[in-house]
């Protein structure tokens, strides 16, 4: 089993910044892919920005150039430093890892448990 651990959300006025965090812990051989996802009352959970372990980085066109994604392979961690935030950032944010957990295992979706980020004054 692996689990997701979020931290590093929070209330924040309007252009200012956040860090979070999440760590994937349990039976890991490797991981594909690490990422960030947000979702909003009524609305669809959108991609934020992901990082594959090959190839670029991926980002909605509303967080270019204010969001950078990045990981830590050592500690199984992906990170997201948010700047210049909006009221429309605001919402729930859930990590996401495309993980397989033994070497003959075909890769799974896991799922954080999400965390708050608020905009407002």
């Known amino acids: 089993q692996v689990q997701l651990v979020e931290s590093g959300g929070g209330l924040v006025q309007p252009g200012g910044s956040l860090r979070l965090s999440c760590a994937a812990s349990g039976t890991i051989f490797s991981i594909n892919a690490m990422g960030w996802y947000r979702q909003t009352p009524g609305k669809q959970r959108e991609l934020v920005a992901e990082?594959?372990?090959?190839?670029?980085?991926n980002y909605a066109d509303s967080v270019k150039g204010r969001f950078t994604i990045s990981r830590d392979n050592a500690k199984n961690t992906v990170y997201l430093q948010m700047n210049s935030l909006k009221p429309e950032d605001t919402a729930v944010y859930y990590c996401?890892?495309?993980?397989?957990?033994?070497?003959?295992?075909?890769?799974?979706?896991?799922w954080g448990q999400g965390t708050q980020v608020t905009v407002s004054s």
């Open positions: 996401n890892a495309v993980v397989r957990p033994r070497s003959w295992s075909t890769p799974f979706n896991y």
């Open positions: 990082m594959p372990s090959v190839g670029s980085t």
